[in-house]
């Protein structure tokens, strides 16, 4: 216990110096938008539709700074939102942060995963990110959250992959060692350890992936502190990442950056190799995917559910004319009809689907066949927006 207390109170301590991340405050709502916070968006990405309930609770387990409960709030406008965090100084900006950007709208708790419990009643959305890398636990603190996620709730995680840090974990090693008793000083961590990047020669493996992947944001002594002189980390791969969520007791719903666990954008040209990666398992084919791109596994992001969610079956023709379709809330340039959507890829919609998602924008009761009847679309164009996330379907009836 006292080990355990110990790496608590030392990762406290790393954010009261530098408090994370350290995103400046402002005094209007946050730009855009991050889908895996917006409940309809990331609800429909889990379970193919539109959740029914829009008076939610919602938990920022972890929630730092606030810079995604700032969003968890904006996002959300009916929700109730609780963040909590083990780091006092952290929480102060996160209360001073939402006061200015949301008019405040949610509640502070300084309390660790592990004392979750405390928190009462349950949640329809939990959003976990960059925090049970960095606990004792991970497992405990996970089966912590679990316990509050509420039946048919979903749970959004972020936690850290040890093939796209690789480096990263040799320099915390090399910085480890040149602290020696100093550990614990992290303003002297990150001091040593900008010296040591400064005089390294040009072409070191571990210069060059610091320049191709972290150093614009490391120019922040806060995030140079939280990658390199962090107490407390272990990383994940596929094989032990999915230990971690089967103790969990939830259901694995899906990485939320599906296209970079796309087999066909590594081994595509060859119909052999696919044809044989489709007789593996589906834990087997992640696994060979970042064994074969390591760098671009430094962190997995995924979705949780408490129980399966059903999915509607939307290649069912009556099923989805019976369905009510609503446009996106997350979606940059609208009403343009050349746009971003939830995952910030370009979409350019004909004059017929344009007229067709306008018709969409706050609709309530119309069915697609209704909108279909007054506009000249087809089917198969509405499964497009659908899976596009342009428009959200909940089911008729």
Excluded at 40 to 49: L, P
Excluded at 249 to 272: H, I, K, T, Y
Aim: net charge negative; proline share 5%; glycine share 8%.
């Amino acid at each position: 216990m006292a080990d355990f207390q110990a790496v608590s109170s030392a990762v406290a301590e790393l954010y009261n110096v530098y408090p994370f991340p350290p995103e400046p405050l402002l005094d209007e709502a946050p730009i855009g938008y991050n889908w895996r916070w917006d409940w309809n968006t990331a609800y429909s990405f889990c379970a193919g539709q539109k959740p029914r309930q829009q008076q939610i609770r919602i938990l920022d387990a972890g929630c730092g700074t606030g810079c995604g409960t700032e969003y968890l709030v904006h996002l959300n406008p009916k929700a109730e939102v609780i963040g909590i965090d083990l780091s006092a100084g952290a929480l102060e900006v996160a209360k001073e942060r939402c006061d200015r950007s949301v008019g405040g709208r949610v509640q502070f708790q300084h309390l660790s995963l592990f004392d979750v419990d405390q928190v009462p009643g349950q949640f329809d959305l939990i959003n976990c990110v960059g925090v049970l890398h960095h606990t004792p636990d991970p497992i405990r603190g996970i089966k912590a959250l679990a316990d509050k996620l509420a039946p048919g709730g979903i749970m959004h995680i972020f936690v850290y992959g040890e093939l796209g840090r690789w480096e990263v974990n040799l320099m915390q090693q090399a910085i480890a060692l040149l602290q020696g008793e100093k550990r614990g000083d992290y303003r002297d961590g990150v001091q040593i350890g900008r010296q040591v990047f400064a005089n390294l020669p040009e072409n070191n493996r571990l210069v060059l992936r610091e320049k191709e992947r972290w150093a614009m944001e490391n120019t922040r002594d806060e995030c140079f502190a939280d990658m390199y002189v962090h107490p407390q980390e272990i990383d994940y791969n596929v094989n032990t990442l999915f230990e971690l969520i089967d103790a969990s007791g939830l259901e694995f719903v899906g990485f939320s950056n599906r296209q970079v666990w796309d087999l066909a954008r590594l081994v595509g040209q060859s119909p052999e190799v696919m044809e044989r990666a489709a007789q593996l398992t589906e834990r087997q084919r992640y696994r060979l995917a970042e064994v074969l791109d390591p760098a671009s596994f430094t962190h997995y992001e995924f979705f949780l559910s408490k129980g399966k969610l059903e999915s509607p079956d939307w290649t069912d023709d009556t099923t989805l004319l019976q369905a009510i379709p609503v446009r996106s809330g997350c979606m940059e340039g609208w009403p343009s009809p050349t746009f971003f959507n939830f995952e910030y890829q370009l979409v350019k919609l004909s004059d017929a689907e344009l007229e067709f998602v306008k018709a969409t924008d706050g609709n309530t009761s119309q069915t697609v066949e209704q909108l279909l009847a007054a506009t000249s679309i087809d089917l198969a164009a509405v499964r497009n927006l659908q899976e596009l996330q342009v428009v959200l379907l909940t089911p008729g009836g």
